[in-house]
């Protein structure tokens, strides 16, 4: 006589997992996975913060500095800005494009400890560099309410 086995839920549930990955992957072809992934992206952003400012590296490969725009407004770093089409020649036959054009958005909230008025930005390589001051918790004024613009230097 045989001994039972029992039944596991959640042993069903990764070969339902394997099962759906594969017809997944079957049914939309790697280019158009990339495609759509291409489409909702965004320029990659690290956000830190070291013993005197929150530091923001924002990757934008190119970029022209003057086609960036940065603002602080109500505790909130914005940071637009478009990666603008080379134009397009007729004669050009692309076999493959994958570049991403367009315009893109980014937003922070800031901590409430720091001083817009205290903020620098540079761009420099592709990668777009902001710091904004800041001071120990409770003290000095929240001043990032002010909308102030901020030019990324070169």
Not at 129 to 143: L, P
Request: net charge negative; charged share 35%; proline share 4%.
């Amino acid at each position: 006589m045989s001994t039972p086995i029992r039944w596991d839920p959640i042993r069903e549930l990764d070969g339902m997992h394997e099962v759906m990955d594969r017809l997944v992957e079957e049914s939309l072809s790697r280019s158009l996975a990339r495609t759509l992934w291409d489409i909702t992206s965004e320029p990659g952003m690290d956000l830190y913060q070291t013993d005197d400012a929150m530091v923001v590296k924002m990757e934008l490969p190119g970029v022209k500095p003057e086609d960036i725009q940065v603002s602080v407004a109500n505790g909130v770093l914005n940071i637009r800005g478009e990666l603008k089409e080379e134009k397009e020649e007729k004669e050009r036959m692309y076999h493959l494009r994958e570049r991403r054009f367009g315009s893109f958005s980014r937003s922070v909230t800031l901590p409430s400890n720091v001083s817009a008025e205290k903020a620098d930005a540079q761009f420099e390589k592709g990668i777009f560099n902001f710091n904004v001051a800041q001071g120990r918790r409770g003290q000095g004024e929240d001043d990032c309410g002010s909308g102030k613009k901020i030019k990324a230097g070169l």
